[in-house]
C-alpha cells in the first residue's frame, strides 16, 4: 500500500517515478503521508487517529492542532533575538514562533506551523527558498487555490506540497541555467501597445452578448444579498463599458486574448478614478465567475486566457491599486505639484527594495526619492507613468499619470500603460 502512495508522493514533488524516493524526501514522504494523505478509506491518518480520542482534553487539542495544520510557504517578515514573525503567502495571516537552534538560511520557507498553547512551532521539516522566488511562488499558490476551477488529482490539503515540488524544480533549472547561460539581471520586455491611438466607440454590444451578459446576471448576481449585487453589478458595468469603448457592435467572446485582457483589468480599469483594493478583488473575482459560466455554457474559451491574467492579479492588482493612491499623494515633489510644464511623459520601471526605490531609465537602475515608503512594497515592481527629472542628488517624479502592475506572461513582462 506505501509503495502506491510513494507514486503518487513522486507525481506531487515531480521526482523520478523510476526511483525509490531518496533519503532526502524519506521524511517529507512520512510526515505527508500521516498529515495530507488520503490513504485510509479516502481519509488522512490523523484524522482517523483524531477521531478516536475520547476525554482527553489535552490529547484532543493536540490532535485538533495536527490535523489542521497545513504544509505551506510562509515569509519571514520579522527577526529578532528571540523570535521569528512569519507571514503565510496564502492567508496573510502572522504568527510569531521562538528561534530554535537553526533557522532557515533564506526568506521564504516551505513548511508546518504547530500551534502549542500560545504559540507555534516548526513540525516536522522544513526548506527555505530565496526571496527572489516569492512572486513566482505566489502565482503557484493561487494557481492551485482554485481546486473547483479543473479536475483536481491532488486534495486540497496537499496543494502546498504541489508548490513545493515545483520550487524545487524551478529552483534547478534556474542554477542549470546559471552554469549553462550567462547571467541575467534583468528579465526580457516585450512593449506593446494593447491599444492604439484611436477614438473610443460609441456603440452598443451585438444584441447576443447583451443576453448572455443578462442570463448571467438572473442565474448567478439576482440572488445574491442586495450589498452584494451592487459590488457586481458595478463590475459588470466596467466590462460592458470597456467592450463598448473598444470593439461596440464588432465584439464578440472571442477577441478576450491575454493581451486584450492584460489592458482591461491592469491599466484601464486603474484609470478609472476611484478604485479600493477590496474592491478591485471582487471585480477580478466576478469577471472569473462570469468567464467561467461561458466556458461551462460552450459560450466562450475565453476563460482559459483569463485563468492565467487572473493568476498574475489577484494579489498584484491590490496592492498596485495602493501603491498608485501613494504615490499620487506622495511621489511627486514638493516642488513641481501643480506645475503643468514638467516635461514629457514617459513609461518606467519603478522597484522597491531593502536598499530603497530605483527607477530602471536607460537600461541602468537609479535612485529615486521617495521618503516614508511602505515596507510591505518591498520586493514589489511596478510602471508608472510620468515625467521625471534628474538633478544633481538624484531623480524625483514631477508628474504621476498612473501606476500599473507588472504582470509576467510566458516569462516576459508587459508594458502595460502605452496610450
Known sequence: ????????????????????????????????????????????????????????????????????????????????????????????????????????????????????????????PYTSFAHEMRGEILVQLEKYNHPEEERQEYTTWENGWKVFGWSIKRTEEVEQGMLSAPVVTEPMVEETAFWPVVEPKEEELPLRVMQHLEQFYFNHVATLQKGTQTLYSRSLELLYKYLSMRFGQSFDWSMLDEEVLCHFLSVWYLDQGKVSAPGSKIFLNTLKYLFRWLKEEGISDAYLSFRKVYASLIRALPVAVEAKKWMEENGVKPDYRNNEETGSTQMVMLAFSSTGPALLIEDKWLPVNLLGVPTMWSEHRFWVHGTVQMEPSGCYFTRIDGLYPIISLDNQLKVLGHK
Open 1 to 124: 500500500m506505501q509503495k502506491r502512495w510513494a507514486q503518487r508522493f513522486k507525481k506531487l514533488m515531480q521526482l523520478p517515478l523510476d526511483q525509490p524516493i531518496s533519503q532526502e524526501y524519506a521524511t517529507y514522504f512520512r510526515f505527508w503521508l500521516l498529515f495530507d494523505a488520503p490513504c485510509l478509506n479516502r481519509r488522512r491518518p490523523v484524522e482517523v487517529w483524531r477521531s478516536t480520542i475520547r476525554n482527553a482534553p489535552h490529547k484532543e487539542r493536540m490532535a485538533r492542532n495536527m490535523s489542521e495544520s497545513t504544509f505551506t510557504c510562509y515569509e519571514i517578515s520579522q527577526t529578532d533575538e528571540h523570535t521569528l514573525t512569519l507571514t503565510s503567502l496564502t492567508t496573510k495571516e502572522q504568527v510569531q514562533i521562538q528561534k530554535g537552534e537553526s533557522i532557515p538560511r533564506e526568506k521564504l520557507v516551505f513548511t508546518r506551523l504547530l500551534r502549542v498553547g500560545q504559540r507555534y512551532e516548526f513540525f516536522g
